[in-house]
Nanobody, 128 residues
Framework: QVHMVESGGGLVQDGGSLRLSCAASGRTFSRYAMGWFRQAPGKEREFVASIKWTDSTTYYADSVKGRFTISRDNAKNTVYLQMNSLKSEDTAVYYC?????????????????????WGQGTQVTVSS
């Protein structure tokens, strides 16, 4: 079991930036990858970005490509999501998740069912 705690959410104006953090603890050695998802009111949970823990290979949703950057710090067992050029449609609760399975494809990476452990979420609100 991997326990994650997200932080860094808040209120920001359109075009602004935020950096989310996700601190992991527990069976962190069994992680294969970490991901960020988001869920807006009345919508399904949506994939944002993922990073392999072994070699930092990344994968992004088209909607955030070029604006968001996922990264990791092994020493701190922490994964980050730097969000720039924020838009009102980025408003959502952002969740951090850990995967133990080793399948890395465009079909498995964005699928929330492929992730085994989830954080409690952090609210990001972008005002226009």
């Amino acid at each position: 079991q991997v326990h994650m705690v997200e932080s860094g959410g808040g209120l920001v104006q359109d075009g602004g930036s935020l950096r989310l953090s996700c601190a992991a603890s527990g069976r962190t050695f069994s992680r294969y990858a970490m991901g960020w998802f988001r869920q807006a009111p009345g919508k399904e949970r949506e994939f944002v970005a993922s990073i392999k823990w072994t070699d930092s290979t990344t994968y992004y949703a088209d909607s955030v490509k070029g604006r968001f950057t996922i990264s990791r710090d092994n020493a701190k067992n922490t994964v980050y999501l730097q969000m720039n050029s924020l838009k009102s449609e980025d408003t959502a609760v952002y969740y951090c998740a850990a995967r133990h399975g080793s399948s890395w494809s465009r079909y498995t990476i964005p699928n929330p069912d492929e992730y085994d452990n989830w954080g409690q979420g952090t609210q990001v609100t972008v005002s226009s």
